[in-house]
């Protein structure tokens, strides 16, 4: 529905666009107003890519204006039911979720699923970083199995909470090189900053989190990233992943958009323009670049069956910790 | 004296009159919601994150900076006139200052807390300026089984806070332990007493169970008593600002609460609760006067927990900016704003980002002395609030920690737990139970729990990891003579008098 205000501005763009500047046609807002949902509280990695598409998408003039809405809690479950619930059919609406939600919801044992919204697009990914103290004998990815194949009791692991993305990765590195993922070491942190703090002070063997959250302590020379789960090297950092050390282990913590349920074939496929031209954008990719995020966008119908793959793959692995049922 | 040159170019950058435009902003909007119940920094900053995108990030840091210690500074004023503290860290200042504040002396703890927060935000300011790298050193070196040993020490405190009957305080503290118990288990991942809600999966905020006993709390007590036709009308005694007795009552607890507060607050799993708790525990044991504890109000249990609150609100900046490590939400909050300037905040910041960080530590040094010329003079205005009928004042804290609790996490299940509390804080109150071991239970049991869990998961189970790390030893044993060092004093006294009184007669 329009309101008067939008109205008029709505058709004076439209006006601008037609008559007098024809080559600015595509420059007219794709949906005119959205409303981000974002299932946690403010601060947080989907809060910043809400507010980053927010801002990108306005400076492009893909929308008019944005409305970010947060509830926060219990790894997104908590905000999933309300957005199924209240946005049904609501083309303009969109939720920024990402793997971590997977993975709550498979914890939590949640009645409303990610199968019940629309997925749209996958938007970022963050690979995670396996990091070891500066003086730690551990050298590399292979001496890191040896240990843990030794005894995995010894080989305490810091990073953030139980069944989260960190502890997820160390499940599957302790399965890639036969070890049971239940006799795993795993202290989980609130934070990052706590499993950091853990790390730095020399309590823990290793850690695992975002690269991000590690790059700074590595290049000066506090701690040694000794793998990261990307599927191949990255630019511009100097550390083999994981598969190249023979762990055979790839997991990126993404995060995407999804619509809501009963949304039409047109509503949903103006959405997905919507993100294709906003992951296109020279903006967007600089936004990437500057908060340490991998663009790896992947839309409609190959995204639909990409979630669903990842899920069941999470399901597996939190099933192999001994976290989900 | 390296760092004393790059502080004088820091006051450049924050002399600038855009930078003390913002600081001004900074420490006002601060005070403001440090004075309204339910509403804190952390919140605060992360509703003002898409600023990000429109200013520099200097004075964006400059402005979050003056949040942080501006409510640190507001937080005080709601718990000392009205008993109804809007965050945890200035639940012990209720204890006194309000006591204070009802035989009469409300100018005083209001002046003993702005001025002691004053002194505790400089003192810990120069700490971030010349100690940082010592500090973080040492807060480093605090691995579980130490964070466990200075629970265990936190506990004796909870002796300071029981009341006239332990049995009563005990069941405070225990109720404490089983909200803080709610939600899933950090270390297994399974929920505890969630009910099925999916609400309570994230555990209860402490922030809705300090408004919720404390403010609703009392509205609901105020509001039974005005009733039954029993209004108090709070007399304002003397001088409205503090004695020469008040100030030298005040000036020890405050540098003490200082030397709790800065290195406590500086470490990982610290926090601004932990020192305020020590410090209120040290000044009723050190006072000459304990019989004002609890009875008129007792100035050092203000100005020292006080102190103690905003130098570690001081402490928390030094691994934030030498090491890039948040230590609390707050500071996570201002590391996200960072990387949305695509800084990357960790050991290099000070060499890459020079100018900002000396610009931010020199703007704390000028948001400080804004904050006490701010404050001071307020406190004339403050008191008056006590003059405003019951019934209106009462009606407005009930709205703004409604809208307060509803703003932090949209959910009405969170409003609802509010009233609840604010019931069963009621009943408290009626029936003499102490509401302050209900909070300091809900912040220590999940900490010392998880800490104890983690140093027994890293050591394999092994016990002795609590007796054969030196910190961690130590702290047991001042836990020790706190706990039973005073009970020793007395029986050996006794003993003494024992000796000698037969042979006197």
Same mark, same amino acid.
């Given at each position: 529905?329009?309101?008067?205000?939008?109205?008029?501005?709505?058709?004076?763009?439209?006006?601008?666009?037609?008559?007098?500047?024809?080559?600015?046609?595509?420059?007219?807002?794709?949906?005119?107003?959205?409303?981000?949902?974002?299932?946690?509280?403010?601060?947080?990695?989907?809060?910043?890519?809400?507010?980053?598409?927010?801002?990108?998408?306005?400076?492009?003039?893909?929308?008019?204006?944005?409305?970010?809405?947060?509830?926060?809690?219990?790894?997104?479950?908590?905000?999933?039911?309300?957005?199924?619930?209240?946005?049904?059919?609501?083309?303009?609406?969109?939720?920024?979720?990402?793997?971590?939600?997977?993975?709550?919801?498979?914890?939590?044992?949640?009645?409303?699923?990610?199968?019940?919204?629309?997925?749209?697009?996958?938007?970022?990914?963050?690979?995670?970083?396996?990091?070891?103290?500066?003086?730690?004998?551990?050298?590399?990815?292979?001496?890191?199995?040896?240990?843990?194949?030794?005894?995995?009791?010894?080989?305490?692991?810091?990073?953030?909470?139980?069944?989260?993305?960190?502890?997820?990765?160390?499940?599957?590195?302790?399965?890639?090189?036969?070890?049971?993922?239940?006799?795993?070491?795993?202290?989980?942190?609130?934070?990052?900053?706590?499993?950091?703090?853990?790390?730095?002070?020399?309590?823990?063997?290793?850690?695992?989190?975002?690269?991000?959250?590690?790059?700074?302590?590595?290049?000066?020379?506090?701690?040694?990233?000794?793998?990261?789960?990307?599927?191949?090297?990255?630019?511009?950092?100097?550390?083999?992943?994981?598969?190249?050390?023979?762990?055979?282990?790839?997991?990126?913590?993404?995060?995407?958009?999804?619509?809501?349920?009963?949304?039409?074939?047109?509503?949903?496929?103006?959405?997905?323009?919507?993100?294709?031209?906003?992951?296109?954008?020279?903006?967007?990719?600089?936004?990437?670049?500057?908060?340490?995020?991998?663009?790896?966008?992947?839309?409609?119908?190959?995204?639909?069956?990409?979630?669903?793959?990842?899920?069941?793959?999470?399901?597996?692995?939190?099933?192999?910790?001994?976290?989900?049922? | 004296?390296?760092?004393?040159?790059?502080?004088?170019?820091?006051?450049?950058?924050?002399?600038?009159?855009?930078?003390?435009?913002?600081?001004?902003?900074?420490?006002?909007?601060?005070?403001?919601?440090?004075?309204?119940?339910?509403?804190?920094?952390?919140?605060?900053?992360?509703?003002?994150?898409?600023?990000?995108?429109?200013?520099?990030?200097?004075?964006?840091?400059?402005?979050?900076?003056?949040?942080?210690?501006?409510?640190?500074?507001?937080?005080?004023?709601?718990?000392?006139?009205?008993?109804?503290?809007?965050?945890?860290?200035?639940?012990?200042?209720?204890?006194?200052?309000?006591?204070?504040?009802?035989?009469?002396?409300?100018?005083?703890?209001?002046?003993?807390?702005?001025?002691?927060?004053?002194?505790?935000?400089?003192?810990?300011?120069?700490?971030?300026?010349?100690?940082?790298?010592?500090?973080?050193?040492?807060?480093?070196?605090?691995?579980?089984?130490?964070?466990?040993?200075?629970?265990?020490?936190?506990?004796?405190?909870?002796?300071?806070?029981?009341?006239?009957?332990?049995?009563?305080?005990?069941?405070?503290?225990?109720?404490?332990?089983?909200?803080?118990?709610?939600?899933?288990?950090?270390?297994?991942?399974?929920?505890?007493?969630?009910?099925?809600?999916?609400?309570?999966?994230?555990?209860?905020?402490?922030?809705?169970?300090?408004?919720?006993?404390?403010?609703?709390?009392?509205?609901?007590?105020?509001?039974?008593?005005?009733?039954?036709?029993?209004?108090?009308?709070?007399?304002?005694?003397?001088?409205?600002?503090?004695?020469?007795?008040?100030?030298?009552?005040?000036?020890?607890?405050?540098?003490?609460?200082?030397?709790?507060?800065?290195?406590?607050?500086?470490?990982?799993?610290?926090?601004?609760?932990?020192?305020?708790?020590?410090?209120?525990?040290?000044?009723?044991? %050190?006072? $000459? #006067?304990?019989?004002?504890?609890?009875?008129?109000?007792? /100035?050092?249990?203000?100005? &020292? !927990?006080? @102190?103690?609150?905003?130098?570690?609100?001081?402490?928390?900046?030094?691994?934030?900016?030498?090491?890039?490590?948040?230590?609390?939400?707050?500071?996570?909050?201002?590391?996200?704003?960072?990387?949305?300037?695509?800084?990357?905040?960790?050991?290099?910041?000070?060499?890459?980002?020079?100018?900002?960080?000396?610009?931010?530590?020199?703007?704390?040094?000028?948001?400080?002395?804004?904050?006490?010329?701010?404050?001071?003079?307020?406190?004339?205005?403050?008191?008056?609030?006590?003059?405003?009928?019951?019934?209106?004042?009462?009606?407005?804290?009930?709205?703004?920690?409604?809208?307060?609790?509803?703003?932090?996490?949209?959910?009405?299940?969170?409003?609802?737990?509010?009233?609840?509390?604010?019931?069963?804080?009621? %009943?408290? $109150? #009626?029936?003499?139970?102490?509401?302050?071991?209900?909070? /300091?239970?809900?912040?220590? &049991? !999940?900490? @010392?729990?998880?800490?104890?869990?983690?140093?027994?998961?890293?050591?394999?189970?092994?016990?002795?990891?609590?007796?054969?790390?030196?910190?961690?030893?130590?702290?047991?044993?001042?836990?020790?003579?706190?706990?039973?060092?005073?009970?020793?004093?007395?029986?050996?006294?006794?003993?003494?008098?024992?000796?000698?009184?037969?042979?006197?007669?």
């Amino acid at each position: 529905m329009f309101t008067k205000r939008e109205f008029l501005k709505a058709s004076a763009l439209a006006g601008a666009a037609g008559l007098i500047l024809p080559r600015f046609a595509l420059a007219a807002p794709v949906i005119d107003q959205i409303q981000l949902f974002v299932p946690a509280a403010p601060g947080g990695g989907w809060d910043q890519t809400a507010r980053a598409m927010e801002q990108v998408l306005r400076s492009e003039g893909l929308i008019g204006g944005a409305q970010v809405t947060n509830v926060g809690g219990a790894g997104g479950t908590v905000g999933l039911p309300r957005f199924v619930s209240q946005y049904r059919a609501n083309g303009s609406a969109m939720m920024v979720g990402g793997m971590v939600m997977v993975g709550a919801i498979v914890a939590n044992k949640a009645a409303v699923k990610l199968d019940q919204t629309t997925p749209i697009a996958r938007l970022t990914g963050e690979f995670l970083a396996l990091v070891v103290p500066a003086q730690s004998p551990i050298k590399d990815a292979k001496d890191f199995v040896a240990a843990l194949k030794a005894d995995p009791a010894k080989v305490a692991v810091a990073g953030g909470s139980a069944g989260g993305s960190d502890h997820i990765l160390l499940g599957m590195i302790a399965k890639a090189s036969g070890v049971e993922p239940q006799k795993i070491n795993y202290v989980p942190y609130a934070g990052g900053g706590q499993a950091l703090a853990a790390l730095l002070g020399n309590q823990v063997a290793g850690g695992i989190s975002g690269y991000g959250e590690f790059a700074e302590q590595v290049r000066a020379g506090k701690l040694r990233m000794i793998g990261i789960s990307a599927d191949k090297r990255q630019p511009g950092i100097d550390v083999p992943t994981l598969k190249e050390q023979g762990v055979d282990v790839e997991l990126f913590n993404w995060r995407g958009v999804f619509g809501p349920p009963g949304l039409s074939d047109a509503d949903r496929k103006k959405q997905v323009d919507l993100v294709e031209k906003l992951v296109a954008s020279k903006a967007w990719q600089d936004e990437c670049v500057k908060r340490d995020w991998t663009s790896i966008p992947l839309t409609g119908d190959a995204y639909a069956a990409f979630v669903k793959e990842d899920t069941a793959r999470i399901e597996a692995i939190l099933k192999d910790l001994g976290l989900a049922s | 004296m390296e760092s004393l040159s790059s502080l004088v170019g820091g006051f450049g950058v924050a002399l600038t009159p855009q930078n003390l435009m913002w600081c001004l902003v900074g420490t006002t909007l601060g005070t403001a919601i440090g004075v309204l119940p339910g509403l804190g920094p952390g919140l605060t900053i992360a509703l003002l994150l898409p600023i990000t995108f429109k200013v520099d990030p200097t004075a964006a840091f400059i402005l979050f900076a003056g949040i942080y210690y501006g409510a640190m500074y507001g937080g005080s004023t709601t718990s000392i006139l009205l008993n109804t503290p809007g965050e945890s860290a200035t639940i012990v200042t209720a204890l006194e200052g309000n006591r204070m504040a009802r035989s009469g002396r409300a100018g005083a703890a209001l002046a003993t807390s702005a001025i002691g927060s004053f002194v505790a935000g400089t003192v810990g300011t120069l700490g971030i300026t010349f100690l940082a790298p010592v500090v973080v050193d040492f807060a480093l070196q605090f691995g579980p089984a130490e964070y466990f040993a200075l629970m265990v020490l936190a506990f004796v405190t909870v002796s300071a806070v029981l009341g006239s009957s332990a049995v009563r305080g005990l069941a405070s503290l225990f109720l404490g332990f089983y909200l803080g118990m709610i939600g899933v288990d950090l270390q297994t991942g399974q929920p505890r007493f969630s009910f099925g809600l999916f609400e309570l999966l994230d555990g209860i905020s402490v922030i809705v169970v300090a408004v919720g006993l404390f403010a609703v709390g009392e509205t609901l007590y105020v509001a039974a008593r005005h009733y039954a036709g029993r209004d108090e009308i709070v007399p304002l005694k003397g001088s409205l600002y503090m004695t020469r007795e008040e100030w030298s009552r005040s000036w020890k607890p405050w540098i003490r609460g200082t030397l709790l507060g800065f290195p406590i607050g500086a470490m990982p799993a610290g926090g601004a609760e932990v020192p305020t708790f020590l410090s209120y525990w040290l000044e009723k044991r %050190l006072s $000459r #006067r304990p019989e004002e504890f609890g009875t008129t109000g007792a /100035i050092e249990g203000v100005a &020292g !927990p006080e @102190a103690a609150n905003n130098a570690s609100a001081a402490g928390v900046l030094v691994p934030m900016l030498t090491l890039g490590l948040p230590t609390s939400a707050t500071a996570a909050i201002m590391l996200s704003a960072f990387q949305s300037y695509g800084i990357n905040p960790g050991p290099l910041l000070l060499q890459s980002q020079g100018a900002l960080v000396w610009g931010l530590i020199a703007s704390l040094y000028v948001a400080n002395v804004m904050l006490l010329v701010l404050n001071l003079p307020l406190i004339g205005l403050w008191v008056r609030i006590l003059k405003v009928p019951p019934p209106l004042l009462y009606a407005g804290i009930l709205v703004f920690a409604t809208i307060g609790t509803y703003g932090i996490s949209n959910s009405v299940v969170d409003l609802v737990l509010l009233y609840i509390l604010g019931a069963v804080g009621f %009943l408290m $109150r #009626r029936f003499d139970f102490p509401t302050a071991p209900v909070i /300091i239970g809900m912040i220590l &049991g !999940p900490l @010392a729990e998880t800490e104890f869990r983690r140093a027994m998961t890293i050591s394999n189970g092994d016990w002795t990891v609590f007796f054969t790390h030196p910190l961690s030893a130590a702290l047991l044993a001042l836990a020790a003579l706190g706990l039973l060092g005073p009970r020793i004093y007395a029986l050996l006294r006794r003993d003494r008098r024992a000796e000698t009184s037969p042979r006197g007669a």
